[in-house]
């Protein structure tokens, strides 16, 4: 069965740490990776995208993601993180056989301590 | 610009009431339109899906349903509410047609059945 994992819930971090979030997914085919960030009180909100090419990424708010095919794994990335970061991270993934259907992890509550 | 709604923001209902949610999209025209439920620890469930007008699919059974009237339009229902359905409805779009692309998020409803 097609499925998204993220094994961080909960993350708490000092300003200036730097971050990785773990995203796997299981997929028999060729997926389209996503980032996803939800601020405090905000709409969830596109971070970063892979689709094809460079398989590391590049998103907003100097975050990054590397796509590792082989490892099956799109972990999101940022070496100084801030206050203002403080979010909750969805990874998710959306085949490319054409069902439209995007599939969510469970999402990680970051907190970071000013 | 396109833009999403949905209303009410806040619902409280009781046991056995019905419910029905909208969500409209303005700005873009044959969108794939998105039910998710989003709950603590557990990331975004995809409830609902459509790709047309009148074309639903459904990813998990449960007391709701879904129907796409206009194009542009997306009602969650329900006959008669449980407790279980309690949570934080979410509405999202993406463009049609392809598969690379970002979904876009409502503001979400809460509901709170009692």
């Known amino acids: 069965a097609q499925s998204v994992s993220q094994h961080n819930h909960h993350v708490i971090l000092s300003e200036a740490a730097s971050l990785e979030l773990g995203c796997n997914y299981s997929?028999?085919?060729?997926?389209?990776l996503f980032w996803y960030v939800q601020y405090p009180g905000q709409h969830l909100q596109l971070l970063l995208k892979?689709?094809?090419?460079?398989?590391l990424v590049k998103g907003i708010k100097g975050f990054e993601a590397e796509f590792i095919k082989s490892k099956f794994s799109f972990n999101l990335r940022k070496p100084s993180v801030q206050w203002s970061d403080t979010a909750e991270y969805f990874c998710?993934?959306?085949?490319?056989?054409?069902?439209?259907?995007?599939?969510f992890g469970t999402g990680t509550r970051l907190k970071v301590l000013a | 610009s396109q833009t999403i709604h949905q209303w009410p923001a806040t619902l409280v209902q009781p046991v056995g009431s019905p419910l029905s949610l909208e969500c409209t999209v303005e700005?873009?025209?044959?969108?794939?339109l998105y039910w998710y439920r989003q709950a603590a620890g557990r990331g975004l469930q995809l409830l609902f899906y459509?790709?047309?007008?009148?074309?639903i699919s459904s990813e998990v059974p449960q007391n709701l349903s879904a129907s796409r009237p206009q194009d542009r339009q997306f009602i969650l229902s329900s006959k008669k509410l449980l407790l279980s359905d309690s949570g934080f409805y979410l509405c999202?779009?993406?463009?049609?047609?392809?598969?690379?692309?970002?979904?876009?998020f409502g503001p979400g409803t809460r509901l709170l059945v009692l």
């Open positions: 999202a779009w993406s463009p049609g047609l392809a598969f690379q692309e970002t979904q876009y």
């Open positions: 997929y028999g085919g060729t997926v389209n």
């Open positions: 892979y689709f094809s090419g460079d398989p």
């Open positions: 998710a993934a959306l085949s490319t056989s054409g069902t439209y259907k995007y599939i």
């Open positions: 700005g873009t025209s044959n969108p794939n």
């Open positions: 459509s790709v047309g007008i009148g074309q």
